[in-house]
């Protein structure tokens, strides 16, 4: 929607009002905070952290049956999958 507040009566604006008038619009549409990401809880950071390591482990997996690098990725999937194993006990007891 076009703010005609704005606009002179020869439908030209010069380049401080704009830019104020954008401000304005940018201020009332995304309010203080408004991009800031959610905060989490320790707790919900630590499953975040676990599902990325399982995701990650089994990108790993699916790679190493394709035949790239098996020995290196069913190596490294494990090790991943021990952290995350670890991590949910730290989480849980």
């Not at 952290?49 to 990650?56: D, F, G, K, S, V």
């Not at 790993?60 to 999937?77: D, F, G, Q, T, V």
């Not at 991943?80 to 006990?89: D, H, T, V």
């Amino acid at each position: 929607m076009i703010d005609h507040s704005i606009l002179s009566p020869s439908g030209r604006v010069s380049k401080a009002a704009e830019k104020r008038a954008k401000a304005r619009a940018a201020l009332e549409l995304f309010p203080p905070g408004y991009w800031d990401p959610p905060q989490q809880t320790a707790e919900e950071q630590l499953k975040a952290q676990c599902l990325a390591l399982h995701r990650t482990a089994e990108s790993l997996r699916h790679l190493a049956e394709s035949r790239l690098k098996p020995r290196a990725y069913l190596r490294r999937a494990r090790q991943l999958e021990e952290q995350a194993r670890q991590l949910e006990e730290k989480a849980n007891g």
